[in-house]
């Protein structure tokens, strides 16, 4: 599997942006996709992830301000980031899990000025 991140940028606080995420499989055939994101100096967190089912959930940092969605007939996943704050500044990247094996696509740094 592989994943292609896009959408990053530069933005003020209060924006937003929306992150894409290609996958080279069919998105039916994935049970799990997720959005990490690893700013300077600190470890990779989860910030949002969905699941078989539509099934969704977000770390307390982003609840309310971020949303993942998938589009199957585009084998995309989303990242709709609003209300952008300076702490969202980092790379973003779009993860999978699948058959024993983590992907992880390239990653895309949002920067967010305050």
């Known amino acids: 599997v592989q994943l292609q991140a896009s959408g990053g940028g530069l933005v003020q606080a209060g924006g937003y942006l929306r992150l894409s995420c290609a996958t080279s499989?069919?998105?039916?055939?994935?049970?799990?996709l997720a959005w990490f994101r690893q700013a300077p100096g600190k470890q990779r967190e989860s910030v949002a992830v969905?699941?078989?089912?539509?099934?969704?959930s977000y770390s307390d940092s982003v609840k309310g301000r971020f949303t993942i969605s998938t589009d199957n007939a585009k084998n995309t996943v989303y990242l709709q980031m609003n209300s952008l704050k300076p702490e969202d500044t980092a790379v973003y990247y779009c993860?999978?899990?699948?058959?024993?094996?983590?992907?992880w696509g390239q990653g895309t740094l949002v920067t967010v000025s305050s």
């Open positions: 969905f699941t078989v089912g539509g099934s969704t």
């Open positions: 993860n999978t899990f699948l058959k024993g094996t983590n992907y």
């Open positions: 499989g069919s998105i039916n055939n994935i049970n799990f």
